[in-house]
Structures are given as C-alpha cells and as structure tokens.
C-alpha cells in the first residue's frame, strides 16, 4: 500500500520555495560577491545585516532543518568522532558535522564562508562557544554583541544606551569592514518598515488560535509560520508577502470555521486546547505532532515559537528608531526572559487562550530552555489550576527520542484531562440540580 501523502498547507509550501530559493543563492554568494554573515535565531540583527547588502546564515536553522530530512544523525556522529561530547548541544554538533561533511546545506548545497560572525549574546552561553569553534575553523573575524540578561524582568534604560553603544561602536564597524559598504541608516529603516509589516500579519495569525476552532497550531504548524520572520527573511519584500498570504489563509479558515492542516488533514474536531513549551524533536517531527492529533489536540500557543521575539505581546521594529528598536527586540526574545516571566508568560497563555493543559518537552542537551523547568511546571499548575505534563527528547539527536515512552506518557496525560473534564460536568449537572431543588 502507497504511504498516505503528508497534507500541507499552501504557506508551507511557500515557504519550502523561499528557503530553497536562499540556499541556491548563498551557493552563488562567493561568485556574486555577496557577502555572507553566520548569525543566531534569538536576537538577531537581520535588518541591519541585509542593510549593508549581506546574505545572513543561521547555523541553528541549518541543524533544525537537517533533522527533519533525517541528516542530522550522521553529522552529530562526525562531530563525535572529532571529540565533541555526548553532551553536548545537539545543534552544535550537527553543524560542526555539516561543517566537515564538506560545508554543506540542509538542501545539499554547499554553504559559503562566512566573511563574518556575528554573535548575538541572549541568554545561551553555548553560542559562545559554538562560535569559537567556528572562527577556529574559518578564521573569520567574530563580532560580539552583548544583550544584558533580564534579571529583573524589565530592561533598564542604561541597558538599553549600553546595546546601542555596541551597535554603534562594534557591530557596525564590523560589517562595514567585512562587506566594504557604509552604514545607511536610510536603508536600514526601509528594512524595519518590512520587519513591522510582516510582524503584524504574524501577530494576527497568532492570535486566531483564541478562536474556536483554532484555524492554527501554536507549536508544530506555528513553528513553520515563524521560520522567516526568525531566519533570513525578516526585513525583506519577500517575507513581508509570505505573512500577507499566510494571514490571508488562516483568515480563510477561520471564516469557515476550520482547523488547521495537520499530516493527516484538517483537524477540525478539537477535543483538547494546549500551551506547550520547549522545542520540538525536530528528527521526529511528524510522529511527535501525530501523538497530539490522534487524540485531537490542538495547541493554541507556545513559548518556542517566541524565541526569536515575542510580537505577540506588543513588539514591533520600529523605523522611527533603528538602533533603539534593534536593542528593544534582541532584550526581549524569551531566551533572555528570566523564569518568572516565563512561567508568566505560559500562565496568560492559558488564560487568554482557554486552554485545556500545558506540555512540557525538555530538552536533554538545551540548558537554555531545560533549567528551571520542573520550577515552571509546579509554579503554573498553582497560578492557573491547570494539570500539565512532563516529556523528554532532544533536538535533532535521534538517539535520545523515545517514541513509545513519550507516547505512553501523552496518552496517559490526555486520559487524565479527559477524566477531569467529565468530573467537572458531573460536578456542575450536581450543582445546578441542588440549586433547582
């Protein structure tokens, strides 16, 4: 019998041509002299990097992507046999593996270079490291931005001077140095005016999850409609027409009173409302989402897709202040949220959004979102009164992704919201035939 053809919406593949049409262009970048700059997902500076003309590259991105084509497995072997340690962050050791499998693509293509590293400091410490690995290996330059980590819970105006000294300082400096252009400030609002466009379109997609039906999935689909508002394409014509059409479309299925697209259809009888927080097992990815819809679980909202800026709770780039507005949003992406914002953040996201329960997947080899996690779980499950549930896998380590012991703890979980749901109506059908008698 013919596999069942996993069921995709229109933005997915969209989107699919985007990335596509990127990694064939950074394959040409070295013949075009189009400078290239290896940056991260939390705290990006994109804009300012398209300002002067360069092509960004998101070593994470390249891992994430290459586990779900089921590459990643191969790479993090190669990583380990040069002497990097089981412990350490998957990512890294899939793109070190990518590295030295020839510097190639999630596509298969080869990636450039990089003419420079731009490190953006939100909270991971492993992205210290990882870039020093990387400049070893390319003897590139490496430009260091420090976002100050919000231990208080607010970003301090002498924070705030302090990033835009560095922009000012430091980081442009070095990409004007590594692509031989000049700062245009000009320019450079132009591509914040995009960024703010396409935010909006993002936000109100977002949003329609707190509709019944939810027309999205918070985490599993949303982690697609993120994808270039996080990586290469925010600031762009592009990306800003990828969130016109993808609103547009769950507009669409709103209207009809539909749910989103999931491998297997439309998931449009929704038994279970979900938060969930964490990444997913991106090796996995479709199994992991199938444990959800087989039981009718749709999630309306969740803390990864807000790594790499939470414009849902008010952000946008503004052109009106470019410097300013970049430091606003490398402060405010979640890795640099302290744990009482977090555990905030997913206590109003049940809330706002009715949900039913909260999944946590931890994440063996990701401190960054890991530490503090049983906290997190206790801390919501008193504030809201909502149960949630506790998984383990990994990013895109294979190895460390239990298919039959996630299930069963899934499968558990929802068999105790459902029994609490029916205690709940029996409880009211008790108290309103009391009140009649």
């Not at 412990?87 to 050791?93: R, T």
């Amino acid at each position: 019998m013919a596999a069942k053809e996993v069921q995709k919406d229109r933005s997915m593949v969209l989107q699919k041509e985007m990335i596509a049409n990127h990694f064939a262009r950074l394959e040409r970048a070295p013949e075009n002299h189009e400078p290239v700059v290896y940056t991260f997902v939390p705290g990006n500076l994109t804009e300012l990097i398209r300002s002067f003309g360069a092509l960004p590259v998101l070593p994470e991105i390249n891992a994430l992507q290459s586990g779900m084509r089921k590459l990643s497995g191969d790479y993090i072997a190669e990583a380990e046999r040069a002497g990097h340690s089981e412990d350490v962050c998957a990512y890294v050791k899939c793109d070190i593996g990518m590295m030295k499998s020839g510097n190639v693509s999630p596509a298969g293509t080869r990636l450039p270079k990089p003419d420079l590293l731009l490190l953006s400091y939100t909270g991971c410490y492993t992205f210290m490291k990882w870039f020093e690995l990387l400049r070893e290996e390319y003897e590139c330059p490496t430009v260091f931005f420090h976002v100050p980590y919000q231990g208080d819970g607010k970003l301090e105006p002498k924070h705030r001077e302090y990033m835009i000294r560095q922009l000012r300082e430091q980081v442009i400096p070095a990409l004007e140095k590594a692509t031989g252009r000049q700062y245009d400030e000009e320019r450079l609002r132009h591509h914040l005016a995009l960024s703010a466009r396409a935010e909006d379109d993002l936000v109100k997609v977002l949003h329609s999850a707190k509709r019944r039906p939810s027309p999205i999935d918070g985490y599993f689909g949303t982690v697609y409609y993120v994808g270039p508002v996080f990586s290469a394409f925010r600031g762009t014509e592009e990306g800003a027409e990828y969130y016109r059409a993808l609103r547009e479309e769950v507009d669409a299925r709103a209207a009809a009173g539909l749910g989103p697209i999931v491998p297997d259809g439309s998931l449009d009888d929704q038994r279970f409302r979900l938060v969930v927080e964490g990444p997913p097992s991106w090796t996995h990815f479709r199994d992991f989402w199938k444990m959800f819809t087989d039981e009718k679980a749709v999630v309306v909202a969740s803390t990864y897709t807000k790594v790499g800026g939470t414009y849902d709770f008010g952000f946008r780039h503004d052109p009106g202040d470019p410097l300013g507005t970049l430091a606003d949003y490398c402060s405010g992406c979640y890795t640099n949220l302290n744990l009482p914002a977090r555990v905030e953040m997913i206590s109003r996201y049940i809330r706002e959004y009715d949900a039913d329960g909260f999944v946590i997947n931890s994440i063996k080899s990701c401190n960054s979102f890991s530490a503090g996690q049983l906290m997190i779980l206790r801390e919501v499950e008193k504030r809201t009164g909502v149960p949630g549930a506790f998984i383990e896998s990994d990013l895109v380590d294979p190895r460390y992704f239990s298919q039959a012991n996630i299930k069963n703890r899934l499968e558990s979980y929802f068999q105790m919201l459902e029994s609490r749901r029916q205690g709940q109506a029996a409880g009211a059908a008790h108290e309103a035939a009391a009140v009649a008698v």
